[in-house]
């Protein structure tokens, strides 16, 4: 169950997708259908000591698979970011977000 980190294709065994049919604001990670994490929380300094955001640990088989078949779901109904993707933004994208990412700590 839940999409597989590896793949056929996949650059360093991770797939990206983005999801245009709404909004996704929370963080999940299953691991090997047998524990799971899920929370609003991210890997940043904010967010743990700022935003009092939180993600819960769950070791349960039956909770990890039924995250994972979400992640499935929402895989389909998403599309799979290719690597020359990313290689064709903009210089006037790349300049923006290299700006943004200077104002990250202050936002």
């Not at 999409?3 to 797939?15: D, N, Q, Y």
């Not at 999940?28 to 955001?53: H, K, P, Q, Y």
């Not at 769950?58 to 698979?65: E, H, L, N, S, T």
């Not at 992640?71 to 006037?92: M, P, S």
Request: with cysteine; glycine share 12%; charged share 20%.
């Amino acid at each position: 169950m839940g999409t597989p980190l590896t793949g056929a294709g996949a650059a360093g065994g991770v797939e990206i997708y983005e999801f245009d049919a709404g909004v996704l604001h929370s963080k999940i990670v299953t691991v090997d259908d047998r524990w799971c994490m899920v929370g609003s929380a991210n890997m940043d300094v904010r967010s743990f000591r700022l935003n009092f955001e939180a993600t819960a640990l769950v070791y349960d088989p039956a909770v990890a698979a039924g995250l994972g078949s979400s992640i499935d779901q929402f895989c389909a109904q998403a599309r799979r970011v290719q690597g020359r993707d990313l290689r064709n933004t903009g210089r006037l994208r790349q300049m923006g977000e290299g700006v943004a990412r200077l104002f990250a700590p202050l936002l």
